[in-house]
Every structure is written in structure tokens, then in C-alpha cells.
């Protein structure tokens, strides 16, 4: 199985600026992508930025020229660089990952997920 590890959420100013990190470890062969979701209180959840192993990139509009998404392929981590924090960015963040299984399926797999708060 896989298991996701995150680290980094808290509290900040709106304005502000947090990093989350997320490592993955066990069967992690196969990897189509890494990232990062989020789900606000009484909201889905949604996605925040992916990465996939060949490096290309996907953010929600929301969030795109404040976040960067980047990923370090040998250690099997994604980070999350947030900037220009808004109260609308609360939410829990949750790191996923997306694996190659058999007969071309894939499956997904979640983090525990971190509290990330903004504060006006």
C-alpha cells in the first residue's frame, strides 16, 4: 500500500505564506502524479495543483500565480508554496497521489490531511 505523509499547515495572516510537504513511502512504483487537494467545511473536495512524473503541471484557478506545485521524483515528495494567503484558502489540505496499476487502471491514495487557516 502507500502511505502520505504531510507536514506544514497552521495558522497565518491573511497575506501570508505557508509551505506544505507531503512524502510518500511503501508500494510506490508506478507513480502518475502527486499533489494537492483541499476541502473547506461543508464544501467537496477539490483540487488545489498536480504534478505528474514527467514534470507538467495543473492548478485551480483559484490559486494559480499565488501557489507552486513541485515535486522531487528520488524522494517521492511534493511541496505546496503558498503565497498571498486568503480567508478562502482554509481549508484542509490533503496530499494525493495517483498510481499506475494493472491493465492501465489507476488508483488513488490520501493523506491524512493538515489544517491550513487564514486569518483576515
Known amino acids: 500500500q502507500v502511505q502520505l505523509a504531510e507536514s506544514g499547515g497552521g495558522l497565518v495572516q491573511s497575506g501570508g505564506s505557508l509551505r506544505l510537504s507531503c512524502t510518500a513511502s511503501g508500494s510506490i512504483a508506478s507513480i502518475v502524479s502527486m499533489g494537492w487537494y483541499r476541502q473547506a467545511p461543508g464544501k467537496q473536495r477539490e483540487l488545489v495543483a498536480t504534478?505528474?512524473?514527467?514534470?507538467?503541471?495543473d492548478y485551480s484557478d483559484s490559486v494559480k500565480d499565488r501557489f507552486t506545485v513541485s515535486r522531487d521524483n528520488a524522494k517521492n515528495t511534493v511541496d505546496l508554496q503558498m503565497n498571498s494567503l486568503k480567508p478562502d484558502d482554509s481549508a484542509v489540505y490533503y496530499c494525493?497521489?495517483?498510481?499506475?496499476?494493472?491493465?492501465?487502471?489507476?488508483?488513488?491514495?490520501w493523506g491524512q490531511g493538515t489544517q491550513v487557516t487564514v486569518s483576515s
Open positions: 504534478v505528474t512524473t514527467g514534470g507538467v503541471t
Open positions: 494525493h497521489l495517483k498510481r499506475w496499476e494493472k491493465y492501465f487502471r489507476t488508483s488513488d491514495y
